[in-house]
């Protein structure tokens, strides 16, 4: 079924929507916390939906509350932990199903696409030097807090383009509820892919609040491969 609104350009997250670095994060946790903190369970999914989109520090606490971890006195600690085992499995980072060949579609016809994640630089090449096919077909806009890294991404587009499309005109690709958040919050169509045990632990109700009546807000896919360019206009 073709959108009623037509879309101009699509701006895409990173983490566990273009690759699975999500996998990196949940498997350094949950080392971290069976071999240093007991908890047998590792980092269950109820806990990880609420990581999603934070900072370090800031997930690092979360980690800290939600498993009653009262001996650590100072989150960096998990921080330096977790850290520690991701660069160990940030080359085995691949691209999910169907990102790669989404990516190839929009740039051979055309379409403006850019990359809008809050990773810092070194982050970024850590976790994408060695998928540059894919990569190097977006401009790239890093380590802005949203919404505002979603206007920084279309303004890249505007720029380089000279055009002067707007939020409600772009599409923005997510996984986690923060971004859907700020991505409507920019103005923009969400296109939500998120991970399929992180839609197990979420109500209904949220769901239907998150796509809104009618998925006015956002469209809820299980894949990338699912998405079909042309019903948005692209």
């Known amino acids: 079924m073709t959108h009623s609104k037509q879309f101009k350009a699509c701006l895409f997250d990173m983490d566990g929507l273009l690759i699975n670095s999500e996998d990196v994060y949940t498997e350094s946790f949950s080392k971290v916390l069976r071999e240093n903190f007991g908890v047998e369970s590792g980092l269950t ?3 990880k939906v609420q990581l999603q989109g934070l900072q370090g520090p800031m997930a690092c606490q979360v980690v800290v509350d939600a498993y009653h971890l009262g001996n650590v006195t100072d989150n960096m ?3 330096r932990l977790t850290s520690k085992e991701q660069e160990k499995l940030w080359p085995k980072v691949r691209f999910l199903p169907g990102a790669l060949e989404l990516l190839e579609k929009l740039h051979s016809e055309g379409v403006p696409i850019a990359l809008c994640t809050s990773s ?3 982050k970024f090449h850590l976790k994408s030097g060695h998928l540059q096919e894919g990569f190097s077909l977006l401009k790239v806009e890093l380590s802005q807090p949203q919404p505002y890294v979603w206007w920084a991404g279309l303004e890249l ?3 380089g383009r000279e055009t002067n499309i ?3 005109e772009c599409l923005v ?3 986690a509820i923060p ?3 700020s991505g409507k ?3 923009c169509y969400v296109v939500w892919v998120p991970d399929v045990h992180a839609v197990q632990v979420m109500s209904k109700k949220r769901i239907a609040e998150l796509v809104g009546e009618d998925s006015q807000h956002a469209i809820l896919l299980d894949s990338l491969e699912k998405f079909d360019a042309g019903e948005y206009g692209l």
């Open 185 to 187: 919050r920019a103005g």
């Open 120 to 122: 810092t630089t070194e």
């Open 179 to 181: 971004g859907v958040i």
């Open 77 to 79: 600690e998990i921080l």
């Open 166 to 168: 707007k939020p409600e």
């Open 157 to 159: 587009i505007n720029k």
């Open 173 to 175: 690709f997510e996984d």
């Open 45 to 47: 999914w109820d806990v």
